[in-house]
């Protein structure tokens, strides 16, 4: 028999669906921050096992235009991140090691000096500039975050390189060393949201969502589905926070969303040989290019319309970081070369090529990887979907059915901005103040014919 408090109540003043860390999220705003006192987190599955444990769990503030939304949100959730940090002893690892991008081609380091002054310009911090080396770089601290930089540096003189990064290639020209930024654990992270979501009386129900029904234009009713069992909720408002079911939970409201997935991967390997330094920051590789194969497995590869692809250039912004503690020697590795529109199927399909694609990749930028390609480490590939808007930015608003919400949308960063968008969430739900960036982030953004022009030439959507 299901415990007390799982079965589900006859009426509730909130049901959010999905129980990933938007739903949770919410949950926790509405129910810690907001004093809502009768909320109902849906789940079919454990919470957060769907995308949410998927994610490679960093964090950055920064963020391409065109305007500074995405900065303002980002900067405004990570000062959330770090206020739940503080008042947990840091109970989910936030740290503050930084990205960095780096490029050997002259014309991208051109390119990402510009972008540093935009990004700076537009409130992700300072830029400081080291062309030789004048001593003012700040090393990356493994832990932590209190009293590390904000803002970039950008480093060109090969002495500071060789010293603080000399696991790079030395063709690298420069590198961009965002300081805002790192990672921590999404599952510690979404655990401590609920928990305290629970302890003020949110209830988590183990069930799937069937229907949402409306009576004269607004949300009245759920009804859930457990097993054999059947559950009506009495309810007007209700959140759909369902990940990659966002556009299926909307349908129910008879609502269309403008959203879509992309399949991303990522590759987690022993460092047995310790190439990366375990106090390594995020590493990405700005350039395009193409995989190191010798002669014979080039003529092998180019035999077959199956394997010739791996000969084709592929897109920049492979990346990786260390991930784990003091005896761990993991890294884990990403690269979105494939990342089209698709239809989200789990479990995920297999893609046995990834973990060496990735891995030859990342030897581009950290050769000292090239040691693996005889004998690669076993590894363990996992991934979800990025469900996503055109234009990347994610919807947390109000639906055209009154008393419905949405959080989702969240793409590749829902975990660094879910304590922001639950923010925004919560004050549509209770008739709180949103703050100014709001509009950013709600579906009447396509009402606007000028937003969807500044659409059609959004360029750079930030993803990596
Ligand atoms: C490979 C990879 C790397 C990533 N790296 C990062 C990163 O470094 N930093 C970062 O911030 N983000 C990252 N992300 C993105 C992040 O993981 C997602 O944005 C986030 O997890 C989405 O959370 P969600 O709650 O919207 O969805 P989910 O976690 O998928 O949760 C949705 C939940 O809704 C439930 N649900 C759906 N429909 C129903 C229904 N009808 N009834 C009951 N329950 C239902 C599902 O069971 C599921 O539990 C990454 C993602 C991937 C795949």
Redesign the pocket.
Known sequence: MAEAHTLPPKRAEVVV???????IAAAYWLAVRCGVGDVVL????PP?????D??????RNWWPGPDDAMIRVMNRSIDLLEELARESDNVFLLNRRGYVYATAEAARWRELETAAQVGSSMGAGPLRSHTRDTGAYHPVAAAGWEGEPTGADLVVDRALLREHFPYLTDRVVGVLHVRRCGWFSGQQLGMYLLERARERGVRLIPA??EAVESAAGRVCRVSLRAGETQHAIETSCFVN?????LRS?AAKLGVELPVFSER???ACFPDTRGVVPRHAPLLIWEDAQELAWAEEERALLAESSDTSWLLAPFPPAVHMRPEGGLGSDNILL?WPYDAAPVQEDFPLPEEPTFAEVVMRGMSTMVPGLRAYFDALPKSYVD????TKTQENRFLSCPLPVEGSFLL?A???????VACGAAEILAAHVTGGALPDYAAAFALERYEDSAYCDRMRAWGSSGQL
């Open positions: 669906c999905g129980a990933g860390i938007a739903g849906v789940d079919e599955r957060l096992s769907l995308t949410s998927k994610s490679t769990e960093a964090y799937h969502l926070a369902a990940g990659p079911y939970v991303h991967l990522k990403l991934g979800g979907y990025y989702g969240l793409s590749g960063y829902g975990l660094m």
